[in-house]
């Protein structure tokens, strides 16, 4: 096991949950909030060498080649998903490579790639700034880094969201270390274990982007659509604040 094993082990455990959760495309937030703006932001790939940093299954990398990417090299510190990547029958392994390993320690040489995206990409528990100077080291001076994560200013437990104030715990140690642990509950499933999330202030991750020597070129916070919620009102339920939020960073010059 690599790196952060608390988020390592809780992701080898949970990982048919996922990809299940991802084939059967089964998560709302995914399929209608944050693929549409993560799409919307990278713009047209065409000929880009690109990075999936913790790829998981790999579905975005399949669908990055469809969009007629050069190169994408998958990263991920649980095997489970590197083997489910390799072995979809739709992987394009003449354009893909998936590797298993840290995104703190990357198997890529300096200024290799045009494109790093970390999609629903953890923060990491140790040296979480460590990933940020790895994405600088093998980014092109022209490249790009894409970031889609929880809010860090919103983002709770679903039993804080939900009001339960034995739950309402982690957004008061906002300026520390905020952990929350859960299990998933998506479309009705429930994840076998819970997974285990690091939260820093907003300050605070904005500065390991900044020192890592990146400029923010962008800042979006993925929501349904006026027309969505009109559609089906479960989004007022359920998406109430900003949840995520999509960073588009450059290289500082
Ligand atoms: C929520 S999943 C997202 C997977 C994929 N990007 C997607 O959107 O379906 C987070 C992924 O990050 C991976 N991960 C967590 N920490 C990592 C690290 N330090 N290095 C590489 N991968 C990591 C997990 O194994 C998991 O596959």
Redesign the pocket.
Known sequence: M???ER??SA?ARNAQF?IDI?RGELDEY?IRVTDPALLDIVGDCTGLEIL??????G??ARELVKRNAAFVHG????AE?IEAAQTHPDARLDVTAFHY????ALPLADNSVDLVIA????N?IAQPGK?FHEFARVLRPTGRLILLGMHPCFYAARAERDGDDAAALSMDAYFGVRTVEQKFDVAGRVSPVASVQQFYSLEAYIRMITEAGFVITDLREPHPTAQQRTEDPWWNENFRRPLFMLLDCAPRA
């Not at 999936?52 to 299954?57: F, K, P, V």
């Not at 990263?75 to 649980?78: G, M, R």
């Open positions: 690599l790196g952060d988020v390592s992701y996922w991802v995914q999936d940093a913790g790829c998981g299954e579905y975005l990263v991920d510190s649980c998903f390993g840290d995104v703190a999609n629903r990409l953890p990491g990933r």
